[in-house]
């Protein structure tokens, strides 16, 4: 099944105007300068999308609820959540840190997911909603402030250093940020920029 009419849009890295032609399921379409990334259309990608988003909100739930590290030296073990070590900054005094930490991590995330949900849901059942604009603007226009895979990486790094002065215990919302981190990826990557303004400007002309 062929994706919406043939569009000209410019290329974001080199700012050529080009022709981008109807595309097959699985085609893409690049730029015939730098050869980047335009568009795509990726099979049920909509319903793909749907499921690793909503396999994110789980997997984002555990993570938030179960212990994420902890650390064991001397015979003591100190445990730690997501939002205990919001607090905990936040007790100790990095307030500004405290904020980042939640808006960047936990916040901006959780409100991306659930814009992605509303509207994936809307445009997998084929029905119009008067907020699926605003939806659209909410997912592209925050998605850029999510760091979830930043702050995974950054945990690495810093457990590499640890592990020398503690024994670190992964607990279950370890891997639940992996996962949820993985899935919300994953959903990005089923969608096509084009498919769903597309089809967001059918459903709300």
């Not at 938030?64 to 030296?73: I, Q, R, S, V």
Request: proline share 4%.
């Amino acid at each position: 099944m062929s994706s919406s009419q043939p569009f000209r849009t410019a290329c974001p890295e080199c700012d050529l105007l080009v022709q981008v032609p109807a595309l097959a399921e699985g085609e893409r379409a690049l730029c015939r300068r730098c050869g980047h990334l335009l568009t795509s259309h990726v099979r049920d990608g909509f319903e793909r999308a749907l499921a690793c988003a909503l396999a994110a909100a789980v997997l984002l739930v555990v993570a938030c609820t179960f212990p994420f590290l902890a650390f064991k030296t001397g015979g003591l073990m100190n445990e730690t959540t997501l939002l205990g070590a919001v607090t905990e900054l936040w007790r100790n005094g990095a307030r500004l840190l405290s904020v980042l930490v939640a808006s960047f991590i936990l916040l901006a995330p959780l409100t991306i997911l659930g814009a992605l949900l509303a509207l994936l849901t809307q445009l997998v059942r084929d029905r119009p909603a008067p907020w699926l604009v605003l939806a659209g603007r909410v997912v592209y226009g925050f998605s850029p402030w999510s760091m979830a895979e930043v702050f995974l990486i950054s945990v690495l790094v810093s457990l590499s250093k640890i592990m020398s002065l503690a024994t670190v215990i992964l607990g279950i919302s370890f891997w639940g940020y992996i996962g949820f981190t993985l899935c919300f990826i994953g959903a990005f990557a089923c969608l096509d920029r084009h498919d769903v303004w597309t089809a967001i400007g059918r459903l709300d002309p």
